[in-house]
């Protein structure tokens, strides 16, 4: 399918999961998927319970009750730990209490469903490195308090979209910035475009995530009111080579598909058992994958013009950007529409750091804790 860039991902279920299951997505399907938020209030009610029986088991040692329960059993280990020391044993059960309850709130991305932007060798049944053969997307975590609006500048050069993570708060954002790549970079040469981000991101960016098999959670909040953002901005589609990061480009030979076991998407968030709400922005680009008539009339908005113009010629691309690679860009930052959409409208940093081990026990990045 030539002339649309297209995106290789794959997805797993569960972040214990090991078995990829690939797809093959347009830009505007991308777009649409990273602001499509499932609701987890079920995950958002358990961690609650669980926090409560914390600060219970608390007061009760506190107040000198019988231990009773797992967690009054933690604490009063610690207490007497703290004791046995000559350390303070209310500060120790208390810095044990906070861990406890962070603990819980990280516990969530087990329920969460992961997505990759990983191509996986033919057959594979296991998650890792050693099977990744390309990676078709720059993703970044940002958890260390950077405001959006000052990550998305950095970036603002290339096409890039943002979203927010399950621990993102008002208070302390916690969010990831998604660049489509404008060829999918072989996983032997991965290493030098993720220190070209790391270096411009001015090591903000989680460096847990560098692994070619990374895995992400994809978006989900506690429920339908919960803070979170997730856009879209124009401009260039990053292209290594054009950067000066790599020196070759590979081609492809792709279609777009679904899940092949004829399973729902879930990264188009196609699960009729799931409650989903698309995130909207008035001042984001959200895409159509609608044939164009040829006959409609239709007059590109000034501002649409500017950035597109802006984005595909300004600072940041080499002389050596390839044709067809701008024409693609132009062509679908033309589909991109401003209109509201028909739907209503997270390092612990909801992503999996991929060890180059392939057993089901991939550590969970604590990065957005």
Known sequence: ?????LIPACTFLRVFDTTPEQEVLTLPELTAALRRFEIKMETASKIEREVARIKHARQQLADGKPVRGKFMGKLSKVEAEA????ADPRAAV????????TDAYKSAKRDLRLWSPALYRPGADKRGSDNVTHVSCLVLDYDDGTPIAEASTTWSTFF???YTTWSHTAEHARFRV????????PAEDWAAVWSWAEERAHFTIDPSMKSPAATYALPAVPHRDWPREAYARPGAILDPVDEGILSRRTSLDLEPHRPRNGEPSAIRGEDPDKD???HQDPDALYFVDEPWELEMEWEAPDELVAAVKGGVHGAGTGAGT????RTDAEADAAAASD????????SDSDSVSDSDSASASDSASDSDS
């Not at 998604?178 to 970079?185: D, E, I, Q, R, T």
């Open 1 to 5: 399918m030539s002339g649309s860039l």
């Open 339 to 346: 209109s509201d959409s028909d739907s209503d409208s997270d």
């Open 322 to 325: 390839s044709a067809s690679t």
């Open 160 to 162: 890039h979209l943002v």
């Open 94 to 101: 208390q810095e044990a209490a906070e861990q406890l309850i």
């Open 83 to 86: 004791k046995k020391r000559g």
């Open 178 to 185: 998604v660049m489509p790549l404008a060829f999918s970079v």
């Open 276 to 278: 989903y709400v698309d």
